[in-house]
């Protein structure tokens, strides 16, 4: 099975997502699991990508 290649949109709003569904009280494991994609993921995207518009990042990718 191969991999899922993710569109800038979606690397720019799951990890904002994720940010949300924590700040609401729900843990950082059913969050991701929510979103579906995996803990590790969603940090490195913020570590990458974090604080970045649209625009920015795609321009970045």
Known sequence: ???KIHKTEEIIQ?????ELNVGNGM???ESAR???MTL????SWKREYGGL??????RLK
């Not at 799951?14 to 994720?18: C, I, L, Y």
């Not at 590790?40 to 940090?43: F, G, K, P, V």
């Open 1 to 3: 099975m191969g991999r």
């Open 14 to 18: 799951h990890p904002r997502t994720h």
């Open 27 to 29: 843990s950082k494991e």
């Open 34 to 36: 929510k979103i579906g």
């Open 40 to 43: 590790q993921t969603l940090n």
């Open 53 to 58: 518009r649209v625009d920015q990042a795609k």
